[in-house]
């Protein structure tokens, strides 16, 4: 019984690390629309948001979309607002 209970510790941890492993989603993708052309979306899915990259701000605006699409589903919610260089999403 007191080999058991000094292997607790090491199965709580064991357990821990699945749990975060194995409940953690992967990231979708994720697109913006210039705010000043439009016509040009970024392709955010590999970009994480930064002070050097682009943030959403908050307003009740959609920021990021799942596709290059003004109709498509909203992913993050804010105005979005671009700092760096992105990179474009191909159509």
Same mark, same amino acid.
């Given at each position: 019984?007191?080999?058991?209970? =000094?292997?607790?510790?090491?199965?709580?941890?064991?357990?821990?690390?699945?749990?975060?492993?194995?409940? *953690?989603?992967?990231? !979708?993708?994720?697109?913006?629309?210039?705010?000043? /052309?439009? =016509?040009?979306?970024?392709?955010? *899915?590999?970009?994480?948001?930064? =002070? *050097?990259?682009?943030?959403?701000?908050?307003?009740? #605006?959609?920021?990021?979309?799942? #596709?290059? /699409?003004? /109709? =498509?589903?909203?992913?993050?919610? !804010?105005?979005?607002?671009?700092? !760096? /260089?992105?990179?474009?999403?191909?159509?």
């Amino acid at each position: 019984m007191n080999k058991l209970m =000094s292997k607790l510790p090491l199965l709580a941890f064991v357990l821990a690390a699945f749990a975060a492993v194995a409940f *953690t989603s992967p990231r !979708g993708p994720e697109y913006a629309q210039d705010p000043v /052309n439009p =016509s040009i979306w970024y392709d955010l *899915t590999h970009v994480a948001p930064s =002070s *050097t990259s682009y943030e959403c701000d908050d307003a009740e #605006q959609v920021c990021t979309r799942i #596709q290059p /699409n003004s /109709n =498509s589903d909203m992913v993050e919610e !804010g105005l979005f607002v671009k700092y !760096g /260089n992105l990179p474009i999403a191909n159509p």
